[in-house]
C-alpha cells in the first residue's frame, strides 16, 4: 500500500499550485483522505480533509477559502488545490488516508493509518 504526493514547487506569494496524491496497493474509495504540513522546526498540522464519499470537507481556519481539497475515487487521487498562497504556507506537504467517521477526527494526525512520503511547497514573498 503506497501514497504518493506529487506537485509542490516554488511559487511566489499570491500564486497557485495543485498537489496530487495517488493511491495504489489497494482501493480507498471507503477511506477519508487527508492533507498535512509541517514547516521548519514545527510539528505536523492538520490542513484538509475530505470525507469517504467526498460528501463532506474539512480546513484548517487558516486555509479556509484559499485551498480547496476533493478525491476522485475512480483514481484512487486526492487533490489540493491551493490559491492565493503565503510565506506561511510553506512546508513538506503530507497526504493520508484513514477510516474516519466522527467529524473530531479528521484533524487528528493518529486517526489516519496510511501516510504519502510529503512534497516540498516553498513560497516567497
Known amino acids: 500500500v503506497q501514497l504518493q504526493a506529487y506537485g509542490g514547487g516554488f511559487v511566489q506569494a499570491g500564486g497557485s499550485l495543485r498537489l496530487s496524491c495517488a493511491a495504489s496497493g489497494r482501493s480507498f474509495s471507503t477511506y477519508a483522505l487527508g492533507w498535512f504540513r509541517q514547516a521548519p522546526g514545527k510539528g505536523r498540522e492538520f490542513v484538509a480533509a475530505v470525507n469517504w464519499s467526498g460528501s463532506n470537507t474539512y480546513y484548517a481556519d487558516s486555509v479556509k477559502g484559499r485551498f480547496t481539497i476533493s478525491r476522485d475515487s475512480a483514481k484512487n487521487t486526492v487533490y489540493l488545490q491551493m490559491n492565493s498562497l503565503e510565506p506561511e504556507d510553506t512546508a513538506v506537504y503530507y497526504c493520508?488516508?484513514?477510516?474516519?467517521?466522527?467529524?473530531?477526527?479528521?484533524?487528528?494526525?493518529?486517526?489516519?493509518?496510511?501516510w504519502g512520503q510529503g512534497t516540498l511547497v516553498t513560497v516567497s514573498s
Open positions: 493520508a488516508a484513514g477510516a474516519i467517521f466522527a467529524y473530531r477526527d479528521y484533524y487528528n494526525t493518529r486517526s489516519y493509518e496510511y
